[in-house]
């Protein structure tokens, strides 16, 4: 069996469960502001036509020794249909991996010559709402045949616009993250599911003192 120091070839040494590859979700600002924001990251009070800006993260996967073909790694924010994703000028979106900003392509995802390629479709299952998909394969690939970028940021910051189907506090309007990794072993993809974060939206911005 052949091996690269401990490492075997032939598999990712981060397995998909690993908990460094787990995605994280947080909050970062609601209508421009910070203070409107929880300690954490996964809760913020916004109202109707507020923008509400987004991080995704993750990390860069090992996979010296794993075949570049049909390697797949992609984030995915599902979001309530009271959320409306943004990217433009204003309000733009942004994928780094380790500090370096992507470039996203602007073909189809099969002759994407960018560095990841982005789309959005209805949640599936016939629930209301937004799917937002970043695919990172052929960039994250590369980095992870590197062993000094294994481990490094991954992270997208993005906006959605609070739009009119929103629900009031107590009820919240969610979103939830989750990445796509080929499989430890064999063919197809692991889903690693993330975390929600919840926004509160009233009539007028609650301001927290």
């Known amino acids: 069996m052949t091996k690269l120091g401990d490492q075997q070839l032939g598999v990712i040494a981060a397995k998909p469960e690993s908990t460094a590859l787990t995605p994280v979700k947080k909050i970062l600002e609601s209508d421009g502001k910070t203070n409107l924001v929880g300690k954490d990251g996964d809760t913020a009070s916004a109202k109707v036509g507020d923008y509400v800006k987004y991080e995704l993260s993750t990390v860069v996967p090992n996979t010296v020794g794993y075949p570049e073909d049909g390697f797949r790694f992609y984030l995915t924010d599902t979001m309530d249909e009271s959320l409306s994703y943004v990217n433009d000028e204003a309000h733009p979106t942004t994928v780094k991996v380790n500090g370096k900003t992507l470039t996203q392509c602007t ?102 003192v």
Do not use: H, M
Not at 111 to 139: E, H, I, M
Not at 151 to 175: E, R
Not at 188 to 203: E, L
């Open 107 to 208: 073909e189809s995802e099969s002759n994407c010559t960018g560095d990841y390629y982005r789309s959005t479709q209805a949640s599936l299952g016939g629930d209301p709402g937004t799917n937002v998909f970043f695919y990172l394969d052929k960039y994250v690939y590369k980095a992870s045949q590197d062993i000094d970028q294994v481990g490094k940021p991954v992270t997208v910051t993005y906006y959605a616009k609070i739009n009119d189907k929103a629900v009031k506090a107590p009820q919240s309007n969610d979103n939830t993250v989750s990445l796509d990794i080929s499989k430890f072993s064999g063919w197809g993809t692991d889903v690693i599911k993330g975390n929600t974060v919840k926004v509160y939206t009233y009539d007028t911005a609650f301001t927290k």
